[in-house]
């Protein structure tokens, strides 16, 4: 075999420019690392395989002479394909060290490992072969051009293998955990968001992936056009917009390619998913990266995805639910008040304003949202009082004001018994809405948190909207008398810290009674 020897100061000759230049997992090529005290070797191996390919992809070669310097690269490097390491003089027991290091502390089992040795009679030990898994072992009379090349693609085809199947398990893996996650009951905009981070994941499992900058978002269909859910990396901008008018030609092109059709595509770097609910609800997921994805990324998808096409099922059926429960629990509200001679915009300006509420006093969105769709039943108790109490426009008796007070309580008994969260919260908030931070309140006097929180934010919000709007007993008070109502009695009536957020935030509150108004 032809032999070049390199200059004799080189001791350590695995072209350090190249490493700097493209680490070890760069993308398109298979990375070779040879550990060998023997310069004329690394330019026998590099002549050797110069040009050689693999699955169309050529070999990068690195060279060291250093145990150290090959563990720090390794341990640095996890997807160095093959290690070819020499066996001459320089590295007497070395290589026992090095193998229990790759093997045993980096539990690195997927690098083929090739034993080199200068000499016929240095076969390696069996237990060396069997507890450090040698795949192959050759010496350097044997070192020809062909049977470096067939060991090499022997090797590599086996390293090609092992990932496929290690990938291939992740894959499975994160689809299970995936499908896990995404069948959590949870609001459309949530699972939206779940979905494009599953997918991700799921891609990024691919090590080129770990290059690609992937963007994506998740629509779905109203009574017009597609709008955006949730959005990822370049669209992440656009959450809340139609798809027609801020989306490019070339993906809406892909997108409606994707509807017309009824079915999931990958259009080169471009994977469109479509999914249509059991109700007819119409939802796509678009992801692109910077690469063409391979059979098994789009197998890994289109299995998960068949998970996802179930999940907006049920997604879909318990939003229907949930409107269904809204709409009867507002239409209920609404009877309440309509019995009172007042609007039902009332409850639902309440609603709104306990909902604005919550989210200023740092409650979560899921809190938020339930006390929005709990509050309009504050005052459900109200059916249980004669009509001649509820609608007298003079100053009540003490008797007829015992009876008012009654409201709360059989609120509550109306609706504890359900094992409905939305319904629990509104039988807590009918009891303990008329309470007062001061401790002067009813029906039980409660003081101070011993009033639940719902309850204390569905107190002002109701006050609030009562007092800006019309009664059959008064007219509307101006604002600037409402404030000044709130401020007296912030830390009386009302819990401070309310009053500070709603006092602060008072256009907020405005807005929304000219949002709904009573005529």
């Known amino acids: 075999m032809c032999k070049s020897p390199l200059n004799s100061t080189d001791n350590q000759v695995w072209f350090a420019d ?78 026992g060290r090095l193998l229990r290091y790759i093997r045993q ?9 090739i034993l080199l040795s200068s000499h016929l009679e240095r076969e390696p030990e069996e237990k060396m072969i069997v507890e450090y898994d040698i795949n192959a072992y050759i010496t350097t009379q044997e070192l020809t051009s062909q049977k470096l090349f067939s060991t090499l693609y022997g090797a590599l085809r086996s390293y090609r293998d092992i990932m496929t199947i290690e990938l291939n398990r992740k894959g499975m ?45 998740a629509a779905t269909k109203n009574q017009h056009d597609f709008y955006i859910l949730a959005a990822t990396g370049d669209f992440s901008q656009l959450v809340d917009q139609p798809v027609k008018k801020v989306l490019s030609p070339s993906v809406r092109a892909s997108l409606e390619q994707a509807v017309i059709q009824k079915r999931s ?47 907006f099922d049920n997604i879909s059926l318990n939003d229907e639910i949930e409107a269904t429960q809204r709409e009867i629990i507002f239409t209920l509200g609404g009877m309440v008040e309509a019995r009172s001679k007042e609007t039902g915009h009332h409850v639902k300006r309440v609603a709104e304003c306990s909902n604005l509420l919550a989210r200023l006093y740092g409650l979560s969105s899921e809190e938020a949202e339930l006390l929005r769709l709990a509050s309009p039943m504050h005052d459900v108790g109200k059916v249980a009082v004669e009509d001649a109490i509820l609608n007298k426009p003079g100053r009540l008796t003490r008797d007829e004001f015992n009876m008012m007070k009654s409201h709360t309580v059989h609120g509550f008994e109306m609706l504890c018994h359900s094992k409905r969260k939305i319904l629990q919260t509104a039988a807590w908030i009918a009891l303990q809405h008329h309470e007062k931070f001061n401790g002067q309140g009813y029906p039980y006097g409660l003081q101070g948190d011993k009033i639940h929180i719902h ?8 006050v609030f909207d009562a007092l800006s709007n019309d009664r059959c007993y008064r007219p509307a008070w101006p604002m600037e008398k409402v404030v000044d109502l ?16 709603l006092i602060g935030n008072l256009d907020r509150f405005i807005g929304i009674q000219k949002a709904f108004p009573d005529a």
Not at 455 to 462: G, M
Not at 486 to 494: D, I, V
């Open 18 to 95: 190249e490493h700097r230049e493209l680490p070890f997992n760069n993308v398109g090529n298979w990375k070779i690392l040879i550990i060998d005290g023997n310069p004329e070797i690394h330019e026998a191996i590099r002549l050797g395989l110069d040009n050689a390919m693999f699955d169309d992809k050529p070999l990068r070669i690195f060279y060291t002479a250093s145990e150290q310097e090959a563990k720090k690269l390794l341990s640095e490097q996890p997807d160095v394909a093959i290690i070819i390491l020499g066996r001459g003089e320089v590295f007497t027991g070395v290589e």
């Open 455 to 462: 309850a204390r934010i569905t107190a002002v919000a109701d």
């Open 105 to 113: 502390e980096l539990t690195n089992t997927h690098v083929r490992i």
């Open 173 to 217: 893996e994160k689809i299970i955990e995936a499908s896990g996650s995404i069948f959590k009951l949870q609001s459309m905009r949530t699972f939206a968001t779940g979905i494009l981070t599953q997918l991700t994941a799921l891609m990024r499992l691919n090590k080129n992936a770990l290059y690609c900058r992937f963007s994506g978002f």
């Open 486 to 501: 709130f401020s007296r009695e912030r830390g009386e009536h009302f819990d401070p810290d309310l009053v500070e957020l």
């Open 265 to 311: 595509i990958c259009l080169g770097n471009r994977y469109v998913g479509y999914f249509q609910s059991l109700s007819g609800t119409e939802n796509v997921v678009y992801l692109e990266g910077a690469h063409l994805w391979n059979e098994w990324e789009r197998n890994w998808v289109e299995l998960f995805c068949s998970n996802v096409g179930i999940a």
